[in-house]
């Protein structure tokens, strides 16, 4: 039986014609493929070429077999040439979702790196609420979410992505903008944005606010923090969000604080237990969590308030 090597120099030995062309069209040693096409020979018992005026030419013999071996190699060319598109990720289709928070700005800057890899795959992108994950697993519209909090499913595995803190943002010209940190005492004075109990980032508020008895008062609640950045931009009080929301610095008009007391919380990858994560999936949570883990290095410095110039004094 022939091996693929072995196919490989007859082919190489019919396409040049000569043993010398072969070698360098495969980039060995002549010796190498003589010794290659006589094992051939052996193999299926049939003398493959007959030598005429230094040239090699096939032997009647052995047409059928060259015609064989074109079309295996034919189909090796084939394979070559799917693995390479599979590399390059085309005609695939990568499917995520995450929760608005971390697809703000996080799920782009991870799709980028994704892209810059396989340039030619696919990819989908589901913004869930959190309830929603599970369905969207289960049902398989997609291979895996990026979520702020855990979800407790006997189908459903998780891992951690990274760590952040919530921030206090307020527009410009309010009491608390030449502030860089502020207490939960001090944010409960003034009316809130979006603070909800039910929600994961707002539980954690939430519970602060609990622990020191303080009593709060939300006068307008969005489920976005796009939204809740645009509603604090237009002066329409302040609101607590997640530094990844703010990490794109796309809010000039607002300013983000520090909050004294501890907003640590944990973000997760969701995914099915029986279903095994892609390579381009693997890619994706391996981009995410870099650039997650990245912002919270940086961190979201609170713009400093700017001071006017002092004025040249006029010569009279």
Known sequence: ??????????RAIMVTGTVG???????VSSPGISRVMKHAEMSVGVKLFSRKGGRYSPTREANAIFNQINGVYDKVEDLQFVISRIKRGANIELKVGSVPSIANVMVPRAIADVRKAFPNLLIEIDILKIEDAVDYLLLGKGELVAMSSKIDHPMLTYAPLARGRLKCIVPDGHPLSR??????????????????PNDPYGRIMAGVFATHALHYEVTIRARF???VCALVTNGLGIAIIDEFTLAGDQWPNIRALDIVEPTVFQTYVVHRKDVAISSYGEHFIAALRGNMD???ATGHAPRRPQTARPQASRRK
């Open 1 to 10: 039986m022939l091996t693929l090597r072995q196919i490989e120099v007859i």
């Open 21 to 27: 062309g072969a070698a360098r069209l495969l980039n």
């Open 179 to 196: 502030r860089t940190k502020v207490t939960a005492g001090e944010i409960v004075k003034y009316p809130l944005i979006g603070v909800d």
């Open 225 to 227: 923090g796009s939204t």
């Open 294 to 296: 990245g912002a919270v």
